[in-house]
């Protein structure tokens, strides 16, 4: 016969640990072990079955406590609220030092008559969010070191070879001298120029990774921003377990004529964005350039509501 599942209120302490049976929290069939201080907490040990807000837990990794999120150890579910954790499982699996708190009654002024208060939506982030291409790529002469280089050089022994058959050896030396010096100098400044080339790339790189970094933020807030709207207009079962427990005014805000009369949050899913992401450029832009890429893979990351 499946034991029916009895949900406990405790006092949430600054810091609690869980696993071992003198720890403030002690689970049968759980071999996870973790230290909750403040508003995060370390897993120092932890199974496979043990999860946080539905994720698997990673053995040494921390993870910041959000409200109303759920602790899965073995048997038993721990939610975390402001000031106080609700344990629902059988007392047999689990034992704890932990003051339990007498839950209070939230009864409404005028309870249980009430008045419907206009219904506040949050709104989901519909802008859009340009990606621009970086600057053009700075590039050298197509012209190669021995393209520039043969030229003079068959110059300089053809001359050597007149010089020598009509005897002007002096002349022909000048003449050679001045062909090898501006050689010379077409070779400084070949390098010269790739040297600079190579650092104001560098530096087109460093300046458009700086200017991504601005736009990864910026989607990321977008983002966060979308995911409190839906979790807001559409709270979780355990959230609306708690504002039914309340007596929450949002109980009523919605009436039947709203097209989301019905509509609940179930889960999380990989979905298109509420807000646009475009990006500058196309596939007549350069093939090989790694920045235009990296640009344009920012309107290719799946995003999780």
């Not at 700075?138 to 012209?143: D, G, P, R």
Request: charged residues 30%; contains cysteine; aromatic residues 10%.
């Amino acid at each position: 016969m499946e034991r029916e599942q009895i949900e406990k209120t405790y006092e949430r302490k600054h810091q609690i640990t869980i696993g071992n049976p003198a720890d403030d929290i002690y689970i049968a069939g759980s071999t996870t072990q973790l230290v909750i201080k403040g508003n995060s907490f370390h897993v120092y040990s932890c199974d496979s079955e043990s999860r946080w807000d539905g994720q698997p837990l990673g053995a040494g990794q921390d993870y910041e406590l959000k409200e109303d999120a759920c602790l899965c150890l073995g048997p038993c579910q721990i939610v975390f609220l402001e000031n106080m954790l609700l344990v629902y499982g059988t007392k047999e699996f689990y034992q704890t030092t932990l003051l339990e708190v007498q839950e209070d009654h939230f009864e409404f002024e005028g309870f249980p008559n009430y008045t419907r208060s206009p219904r506040i939506i949050k709104k989901v982030p519909t802008d859009k969010i340009l990606i621009q291409k970086p600057g053009e790529k700075a590039s050298m002469t197509k012209t190669s070191l021995i393209e520039m280089i043969v030229p003079p050089l068959l110059m300089t022994g053809i001359t050597v070879g007149i010089g020598i058959f009509m005897k002007m050896g002096a002349f022909m030396i000048l003449s050679d001298l001045t062909t090898v010096m501006t050689l010379i100098f077409t070779v400084t400044k070949y390098f010269q120029d790739r040297k600079d080339c190579k650092k104001k790339n560098a530096k087109r790189a460093e300046r458009y990774e700086e200017y991504l970094l601005d736009v990864r933020k910026q989607l990321n807030e977008a983002n966060v921003q979308e995911l409190e709207a839906w979790n807001y207009n559409y709270p979780k079962i355990n959230q609306i377990e708690k504002l039914i427990r309340e007596y929450s005014p949002r109980i009523y805000e919605r009436s039947i004529q709203d097209d989301d009369f019905l509509t609940v949050s179930v889960g999380y899913a990989n979905a298109a964005v509420s807000f646009q992401i475009e990006t500058e450029g196309n596939e007549l832009d350069e093939e090989d350039d790694e920045l235009i890429k990296e640009g344009q893979q920012l309107n290719q990351v799946p995003w999780v509501r």
